[in-house]
């Protein structure tokens, strides 16, 4: 029921900080004008996409596996094999990462020139809080998926094990 609850919670909380960056974006789009936000600046091309999800799967309490969702943003891809082969402290390495998303999200938004509404930026955080929102939804949806398959086999061994044995009789 816990989970089910947090489940719940976190979809509230996506539709809230959905809603909130569309209006941000709106309020953004009115004040700056709607010839400096419209989908005609949008450059039309293939782009790498800055912000992934990585699936891995999870032991859990070594019975099955259970894929377990996590973000990956532009800058950890081409930071992995780096910091794989130099062991840098946790700190100093999240502290690079934090700068590296920073710089990204200025250069994102440069594209909407040099002066930058406070909304715009407002709406990009959360659009990202939002995408950070969606996959703690998956990793809960997982969990509860898994808690549930690992239920539905312990009754089905419990009901295996009350059945009587037919004794051959008609």
């Given at each position: ?87 840098t402290s946790e700190s100093g390495a999240q502290l690079d990462v934090d700068d590296q998303i920073q710089k990204e ?16 930026r407002a709406a990009q955080l959360s659009f990202e809080t939002a995408l950070e929102t969606l996959v703690e939804i ?33």
């Amino acid at each position: 029921m816990d989970s089910t609850d947090n489940y719940l919670t976190l979809l509230d909380s996506l539709s809230s900080t959905l809603r909130q960056g569309w209006l941000d974006l709106a309020i953004a789009r009115q004040s700056m004008g709607a010839s400096r936000i419209n989908g005609a600046l949008l450059d039309h091309k293939s782009h790498s996409a800055a912000t992934s999800v990585q699936v891995d799967q999870e032991d859990v309490d070594s019975m099955e596996a259970q894929p377990r969702f996590s973000l990956l943003y532009s800058s950890d891809i081409a930071e992995m094999p780096q910091l794989s082969e130099e062991k840098t402290s946790e700190s100093g390495a999240q502290l690079d990462v934090d700068d590296q998303i920073q710089k990204e999200r200025a250069k994102l938004l440069s594209m909407f020139g040099t002066l930058i509404s406070p909304k715009l930026r407002a709406a990009q955080l959360s659009f990202e809080t939002a995408l950070e929102t969606l996959v703690e939804i998956a990793n809960m949806r997982s969990a509860m998926l898994s808690s549930f398959d690992r239920v539905r086999k312990e009754l089905d061994h419990q009901k295996d094990d009350m059945e009587p044995v037919p004794s051959g009789r008609q």
